[in-house]
């Protein structure tokens, strides 16, 4: 059984940039989450989607999106790239929508932001 | 809001030696609890949880029971090995009816030496 896939794994873009992670759950999970992993902030949670809809956002400016499509795939988008936004991101699945069964995590996308 | 706290590390042990990591939580209601393990360039694993007071979650011979009453689900290992080494992160699950998301400790590196 697959896990979650999580790519690229490694990323460096330029400040100002931006750029688009994608997810890919294990099969027959609707909900997905992101969370972003920093030495500083520790684990940070970004979104929750379930069944296409953004059940629950975390606090992080507006530069930061997603979207969920019908196959549960995710995608987060960053704009106008900051240096603090270098961070690994981790995607997250689950088959209860409400998490009880734990959350399946992937390898996560690391960024660098120069 | 939630959160959790987790006892400082790096927490270096022999191997065979018997390993505690403290987790507390604050958090309205009776949150779902996990433990997670992060190896090197990896992704989060989930190592245990415990969705109610009093459960016990075990796996690979880690132990963590969730303590209502002193609002604590400490992690445990009667004997560690070196394969053990990896950082861990104690988290609750805050489910509100629509919407869910963990929130993480900060994570305690555990180091085992021969």
């Known amino acids: 059984k697959a896990g979650v896939t999580q790519t690229p794994r490694y990323l460096i873009k330029t400040r100002g940039q931006q750029v688009t992670l994608s997810c890919s759950p294990i099969?027959?999970?609707?909900?997905v989450s992101w969370y972003q992993q920093t030495p500083g902030q520790g684990l940070q949670f970004l979104f929750e989607?379930?069944?296409?809809?953004?059940?629950n956002k975390g606090n992080f400016p507006g530069r930061f999106s997603g979207r969920q499509f019908s196959n549960s795939r995710s995608e987060m988008n960053v704009s106008t790239l900051e240096l603090g936004d270098s961070a690994l991101y981790l995607c997250?699945?689950?088959?209860?929508?409400?998490?009880?069964?734990?959350?399946?995590f992937g390898s996560g996308t690391r960024l660098t932001v120069v | 809001g939630d959160s959790v706290t987790q006892m400082e590390g790096p927490v270096t042990l022999s191997e065979e030696a018997f390993l505690t990591i403290n987790c507390t939580y604050t958090a309205t209601g009776y949150p779902s609890l996990f433990w997670y393990v992060q190896y090197p360039g990896e992704g989060l694993q989930l190592l245990l949880k415990a969705t109610k007071a009093d459960d016990k979650g075990s796996n690979k011979g880690f132990e963590a029971t969730y303590r209502k009453e002193t609002t604590s689900f400490h992690l445990e290992k009667g004997s560690v090995q070196v394969s053990d080494s990896a950082v861990y992160f104690c988290a609750l699950l805050d489910y509100t009816g629509t919407a869910s998301k963990l929130t993480f400790g900060t994570g305690t590196r555990l180091q085992v030496t021969l």
């Open positions: 989607y379930f069944s296409e809809t953004q059940r």
């Open positions: 997250a699945s689950s088959l209860a929508g409400q998490g009880w069964d734990g959350y399946t």
């Open positions: 099969s027959g999970h609707r909900s």
